[in-house]
Structure formats: structure tokens, C-alpha cells
């Protein structure tokens, strides 16, 4: 088996746009997106704006789809911990709850399937993708900690953000982040 490149990204789009529209629930994919990314993101990225550029979207679009699902009760406003003055949003028990229906979880499944060298592989190029959009550069760029060139780890349970100067415990340091910068 040997696909182009353009057939392999090609493909690649068709699998995840057709995961995220598998499904009769009452959520649109951009609530879905929305509430998926509350969900994963952390203390820096749990904001309208950090949504919107990691949907592809715009700020007033953003919004919208985060005021709809405040509505629905699956989002709630709080206080962020790093800016008092900002916003965040967090997601709810119910919307936790919604997120155990989400479409996407059948893909989740099939990557959970795969032998643990080929998952490793996956996420290795899916790594570099990432890394290849930044350098092209793409604004915002999102990511986890331990591939940050922020982060200092402290101790086994703990790091330390250089961009945020902020402590992260073990919770956060897995935590989607729209101050990413890869190593
Ligand atoms: S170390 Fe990097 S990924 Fe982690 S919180 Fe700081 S900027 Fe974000």
C-alpha cells in the first residue's frame, strides 16, 4: 500500500469529518468542537477567544457557540485562575455528562484498538503535523506541556510554565494550551 501524500491528507479529512458527523445529537460539530476543547483545555485556553482560533472560526462565532451551550447548561462563566480579571469557562457536570455521547468517541475506540507501536506511530506524525503548522505559521498554536519549550517540570507531579509563570500540577500539565510553543 503506497497512497500520495495528497490522498493520505485527504483521507485523513474525510475520517475526521465523517467521526464528528456520525450522530442524531442534539449538539451541532461546532458544540461538539466547543465542548470538547473546554473540556481538554487549561487555565490559559478555557476562553472564547483561544476557541476560536483553535476551531478555525471567528470570535463572534466563537462566542455564539459558547453562549449556546452556557444556555443548554453543559458551559458555566467563572473567574480564571491566572487573570482574575478574565472570564473562563468551564464545563458542567451535565456537560460532562453529554460528553460520554459524543460522536467522536467511536474514532477514540478505533485508535484505543490499534497495537501500541502503530498508536505511538500515529501520534508521533501527528506530532510533527502540529509542529509543521507552526513553523509555517499558524497564530495560535495549541499543545500539551511536555512538548512545550515553556515548561520546566519541578518534580514528578509538578512543573512550572516559563510563559505563564505559573506552577502546573499533574491535571494541568496535560492540558491542551494556546500559549504552546513546540521544543
Ligand atoms: S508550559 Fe507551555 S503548554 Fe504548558 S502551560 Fe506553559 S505555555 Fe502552556
Not at 7 to 30: F, K, P, W
Not at 44 to 67: I, L
Not at 91 to 109: H, S
Request: proline letters at 3%.
Amino acid at each position: 500500500m503506497n497512497y500520495s501524500s495528497e490522498r493520505i491528507a485527504d483521507l485523513l479529512v474525510h475520517i475526521v469529518r465523517r467521526s464528528v458527523q456520525r450522530s442524531a445529537s442534539e449538539l451541532t460539530s461546532a458544540q461538539w468542537s466547543a465542548l470538547r476543547f473546554f473540556a481538554h483545555a487549561n487555565q490559559f485556553s478555557r476562553q472564547p477567544s483561544a476557541f476560536a482560533s483553535y476551531h478555525g472560526t471567528t470570535r463572534g462565532t466563537a462566542s455564539q457557540t459558547v453562549k449556546s451551550l452556557v444556555k443548554l447548561g453543559y458551559l458555566e462563566r467563572s473567574r480564571g485562575l491566572s487573570d482574575r480579571r478574565s472570564a473562563v469557562f468551564d464545563v458542567t457536570p451535565p456537560g460532562m455528562e453529554a460528553l460520554n455521547t459524543d460522536p467522536l468517541k467511536t474514532l477514540v475506540q478505533t485508535i484505543d484498538d490499534l497495537p501500541q507501536e502503530q498508536r505511538e506511530s500515529l501520534c508521533a506524525s501527528l506530532l510533527t503535523f502540529n509542529k509543521g503548522s507552526q513553523e509555517v505559521g499558524a497564530k495560535t498554536h495549541f499543545g500539551t506541556c511536555l512538548n512545550c519549550k515553556h515548561f520546566r517540570q519541578s518534580s514528578l507531579n509538578s512543573g512550572f510554565c516559563n510563559h505563564s509563570a505559573a506552577a502546573l500540577d499533574v491535571y494541568e500539565i496535560d492540558k491542551l494550551c494556546c500559549k504552546f510553543s513546540s521544543i
